[in-house]
């Protein structure tokens, strides 16, 4: 069924409507959707290198708005329809250690989950059913989103074609590597 959809979403790359379709995609990514703005906005920018940086703005404050909408499900529909998708991906035990974890580090958890392949809806609605201040998650949501979508979108500026399997394959590994090490630093910093 994935492999459908991804297949669907990159055919969606050909049409005159794709930027709209890109926005639509990216938003309903950080809420409820399975698969990666990344499907669309890859061919996208292969198709019109001098719009990278342009389609991967569009991304990033599309995956943020879609972000505040995941945001609202968890403090207005946590029960009805939060639960139900955090069900789905199988993250609903440990909700209240999280709560507690994430009433602390929510900007880190942000950052680190709008970068990597984590699925990022179900740290989006776990902010709003935590109520992490909407401010932080917004700037957070923004920073690592941006991080994200703009590091492809330059990947495939510079290197065209010949990144793709890289960024569809492993750039998610490397970011998770990256961050690790970034944090670890950061620990290693503090406990000196």
């Given at each position: 069924m994935l492999k459908r959809l991804y297949n669907w979403t990159m055919s969606l790359a050909q049409t005159r409507h794709a930027l709209w379709l890109l926005a639509l995609i990216s938003a309903v990514e950080a809420s409820i959707f399975p698969i990666p703005p990344d499907a669309l906005m890859i061919p996208m920018i292969l198709a019109r290198p001098k719009r990278a940086f342009f389609i991967a703005g569009v991304t990033t404050l599309a995956s943020v708005a879609g972000g505040v909408l995941g945001y609202f499900i968890g403090v207005y529909l946590y029960d009805k329809v939060g639960v139900p998708v955090l069900e789905f991906y199988g993250k609903t035990d440990a909700f209240d250690v999280f709560q507690t974890f994430y009433n602390k580090y929510g900007a880190v958890v942000l950052l680190f989950s709008g970068i990597t392949p984590f699925p990022f809806k179900v740290t989006t609605i776990l902010s709003g059913a935590t109520?992490?201040?909407?401010?932080?998650?917004?700037?957070?949501?923004?920073?690592?989103?941006?991080?994200?979508?703009?590091?492809?979108?330059a990947l495939l500026w510079r290197f065209g074609e010949p990144i793709r399997d890289f960024i569809e394959k492993r750039l998610g590994t490397v970011f998770t590597i990256a961050l690790l090490l970034l944090l670890g630093g950061f620990v290693v910093v503090w406990a000196i």
């Amino acid at each position: 069924m994935l492999k459908r959809l991804y297949n669907w979403t990159m055919s969606l790359a050909q049409t005159r409507h794709a930027l709209w379709l890109l926005a639509l995609i990216s938003a309903v990514e950080a809420s409820i959707f399975p698969i990666p703005p990344d499907a669309l906005m890859i061919p996208m920018i292969l198709a019109r290198p001098k719009r990278a940086f342009f389609i991967a703005g569009v991304t990033t404050l599309a995956s943020v708005a879609g972000g505040v909408l995941g945001y609202f499900i968890g403090v207005y529909l946590y029960d009805k329809v939060g639960v139900p998708v955090l069900e789905f991906y199988g993250k609903t035990d440990a909700f209240d250690v999280f709560q507690t974890f994430y009433n602390k580090y929510g900007a880190v958890v942000l950052l680190f989950s709008g970068i990597t392949p984590f699925p990022f809806k179900v740290t989006t609605i776990l902010s709003g059913a935590t109520g992490l201040n909407l401010a932080t998650f917004i700037i957070f949501t923004l920073i690592g989103r941006g991080i994200r979508f703009f590091t492809v979108a330059a990947l495939l500026w510079r290197f065209g074609e010949p990144i793709r399997d890289f960024i569809e394959k492993r750039l998610g590994t490397v970011f998770t590597i990256a961050l690790l090490l970034l944090l670890g630093g950061f620990v290693v910093v503090w406990a000196i």
